[in-house]
């Protein structure tokens, strides 16, 4: 079975720390990883998406890829609390997203 | 501004009534979506529409029917819909199938 995990958390940060999140898939042979920030009561939001080993960045967020670990991690720098809500990882499997079940995060002033 | 609309954004039914949720994207994508989530819950594929062939999840239960009238319109139709199927249901689009989806704001259906 094909499988996106995550730690549910709630992950807590202090204003201005970084935060990290993961995520691990079981799919080898997946291609394409995305990061979606969904406030309570709303739709999900396009973070990043990487396709490559390595990292890739976008202003105060980081995206890594490690593809022989099967590994995705979102790095958010100089974490607001606007920041706190819960993070979605999407892996594309046989040409759809499978999301895993979100990491809640909680950013304190 | 979203683009990928969807109407309404929030609808209470009763389980003998017939309604459609609607969803229309902007962005010129070849595929869309429906979604399912309930709370504190990943969001769960029910259908893609992508190059006109439509795919159905078969956990799926019949009740819940898309319709593709074009490539920029995809609904859904519920009828004799059950209290558990309350719920957030996010329309998306994508480029292609496997892309970066974008989803509308969500239609929060309340089933009594």
């Known amino acids: 079975q094909k499988e996106v995990e995550q730690n549910s958390g709630p992950l807590s940060v202090p204003e201005g720390a970084i935060a990290s999140l993961n995520c691990t898939y079981s799919d080898r042979g997946s291609q394409s990883f995305f990061w979606y920030r969904q406030y309570s009561g709303k739709s999900p939001e396009l973070i990043m998406f990487?396709?490559?080993?390595g990292d890739k960045e976008d202003g105060r967020f980081t995206a890594q890829l490690n593809k022989a670990s099967q590994y995705v991690s979102l790095l958010i720098r100089d974490s607001q609390p606007s920041d706190s809500a819960t993070y979605l990882c999407a892996v594309n499997m046989d040409s759809t997203l499978t999301f895993g079940k979100g990491t809640m995060l909680l950013v304190s002033p | 501004d979203t683009e990928v609309t969807q109407t309404p954004k929030h609808l209470v039914m009763g389980m003998t009534n017939k309604k459609s949720l609607k969803c229309e994207q902007h962005m010129g994508h070849r595929a869309m979506y429906w979604y399912k989530q309930k709370a504190k819950k990943p969001p769960e594929l029910m259908f893609v529409y992508s190059y006109e062939k439509l795919s159905i999840n078969e956990s799926v239960p019949s009740r819940f029917s898309p319709e593709c009238p074009n490539s920029s319109l995809l609904n859904l139709h519920l009828h004799a819909l059950q209290p558990e199927d309350s719920a957030l249901y996010l329309c998306?689009?994508?480029?292609?199938?496997?892309?970066?989806?974008?989803f509308g704001e969500g239609s929060r259906l309340t089933v009594l």
């Open positions: 990487i396709y490559s080993n």
């Open positions: 998306a689009s994508s480029q292609g199938e496997g892309g970066e989806l974008f």
